[in-house]
């Protein structure tokens, strides 16, 4: 019995089971002990083939040989001969249990010591191994991930001794303790989803689950029990197979394997280091690589075998398989298309269908493409392109006439510009006119159209009259000249007289064009 209870409560026991049939979980309640217990009690009760109400000549004496057998005189032998760092080395795998390896023991041993016995000492030999070495967790199944307190300053301008002080990333294999380290210029996503790819050819396969600490990079929102991963993080793990299960804040349990490989990457490899100038990061990384095998090389002092033997054997083979394609960058971001169906990114705007207008689209880009997304459906791929103020359109994505979005038309907005003044409405014409699609100058429009509201309708007529005479046919440009207080200004002649010659100019289409 795990717990040794009184004889007291043994008999409350056997007359609430016996007598008045209550549940093992109601005895537990009623007699303060926990349902297991509860149950190993009543085991040996029936084993003992005890009934209710006990005979009137058994005293407690009796009853707690019936119950408790003596331990036998083999047991402390017994146990010496039990090799517990198989013991160890084999829970780590999977489906492996200690009634499974305790049964294969009093196969071999029949007068062998017990199950409770055998977890007793086992737990005793755990307390002499290192806490981190004896936490279990099956093969294959966590990779623990950190950086280190310490960083290496890299000199990156000979003339003038410049320096970067390179970051530390550190990841360990929960079984094996199997490590992978190297440095990056910063903590930044880009590099620390970079480190992922690059640990996990390192180890030749994946985890199921990885173990980041809280970083920002990693996790967007922190929280003991429901933290936010970052979406750039999530696609890579989606794109690997992985989950990824923060360490708790302020658990540091959660993460002691990678606390003590950070510990030995300091000692064993920074402190080597920290004499030696570096000139690069490659130059940083060829340092470090032999001492990390060093590392994974070295004989446990409390185990058999090493960091790297324990992983060909026991944790190599259990990793599942890379994907054929390493994963590639991806950031997200969120956005709403204006009326003329585009959304912005980094001053470039791409199209997505014309019915998604003022809904919330997720936007997934790398370098090279860009993904738009509604509820979890691409809607909407474009090769990425840097051209700042430029558009990709794709034609699928307009309507079938520029016509058929109703609310909007060229001919309305120009007649709500028409409502502040003759010059915003040919400022308006003339954005939509210098557009392959008029559609695409709707946002430059309305939002000058807007600036009224902030500076005054005859602020803006005189700032679309400056725009005009200057052939500054954009919404920042209207903007800089309110901002700037530029309206207030007399304009030149020259810009005048230039102004009105070009007013009817061959090239300037005319207002049937938007009828």
Not at 24 to 44: M, Q, W
Not at 374 to 391: E, F, I
Request: net charge positive.
């Amino acid at each position: 019995m795990s717990k040794r209870l009184t004889m007291r409560k043994i008999k409350e026991i056997l007359r609430l089971k016996l007598e008045l049939g209550l549940s093992n979980r109601e005895i537990s309640n009623s007699v303060k002990a926990s349902p297991s217990t509860v149950g190993d009690c009543l085991k040996r009760v029936t084993r003992a083939n005890l009934s209710w109400p006990l005979p009137a000549a058994m005293g407690e004496e009796e009853l707690e040989k019936r119950l408790y057998f003596p331990p036998r005189n083999k047991a402390p032998e017994e146990s010496h001969k039990i090799n517990w760092s198989y013991i160890h080395r084999e829970l780590k795998r999977k489906g492996v249990t200690r009634e499974l390896l305790w049964y294969e023991y009093k196969q071999e041993h029949p007068d062998g010591i017990h199950y409770s016995r055998f977890c007793d000492l086992y737990r005793q030999w755990q307390g002499q191994i290192d806490y981190c070495m004896r936490q279990n967790y099956k093969a294959g199944y966590c990779l623990f991930i950190d950086y280190a307190g310490l960083t290496v300053p890299v000199i990156v301008d000979v003339d003038t001794g410049e320096t970067m002080d390179a970051q530390i990333f550190v990841a360990t294999l929960g079984a094996s303790n199997y490590t992978f380290a190297e440095a990056t210029a910063s903590q930044s996503l880009p590099d620390w989803v970079g480190s992922h790819t690059r640990a996990f050819s390192y180890f030749g396969g994946l985890p199921e689950i990885l173990v980041p600490d809280n970083l920002c990079s990693g996790v967007h929102k922190a929280h003991r029990y429901e933290p936010d991963i970052n979406p750039t993080y999530a696609d890579m793990a989606d794109h690997y197979g992985v989950a990824v299960i923060p360490a708790r804040v302020r658990a540091p349990q959660d993460k002691a394997k990678a606390e003590q490989a950070v510990q030995h990457v300091e000692r064993q490899i920074l402190a080597k280091l920290r004499n030696r100038k570096f000139f690069s990061l490659y130059e940083l990384n060829e340092a470090i690589r032999p001492l990390l095998e060093e590392i994974n090389s070295k004989p446990f002092q409390k185990l058999p075998g090493s960091r790297k033997s324990q992983f060909e054997t026991l944790e190599k083979a259990t990793l599942k398989a890379l994907p054929i394609t390493p994963y590639v960058l991806a950031e997200w971001k969120k956005a709403k298309p204006g009326v003329d169906y585009h959304i912005a990114l980094d001053s470039h705007y791409y199209s997505v269908p014309y019915t998604l207008i003022q809904k919330e689209l997720a936007v997934r880009y790398t370098q090279s493409t860009v993904e738009v997304f509604y509820k979890g459906k691409r809607v909407a791929s474009h090769r990425r392109s840097y051209q700042k103020g430029a558009s990709t359109t794709v034609a699928e994505h307009m309507p079938k006439t520029h016509r058929e979005h109703a609310k909007w038309t060229p001919q309305r907005i120009i007649n709500w510009a028409k409502k502040n003044g003759e010059f915003t409405a040919k400022l308006v014409q003339k954005i939509m006119v210098s557009r392959k699609h008029p559609e695409l100058g709707f946002r430059s429009c309305l939002g000058i159209i807007r600036l009224g509201k902030h500076y005054s309708d005859e602020r803006l007529e005189k700032a679309c009259q400056r725009a005009l005479a200057i052939g500054a046919y954009s919404y920042k440009s209207v903007q800089s000249i309110l901002k700037n207080n530029m309206d207030q200004l007399a304009l030149p002649v020259q810009q005048v007289q230039r102004h009105v010659s070009q007013r009817d100019h061959e090239y300037v289409r005319g207002g049937n064009y938007f009828q």
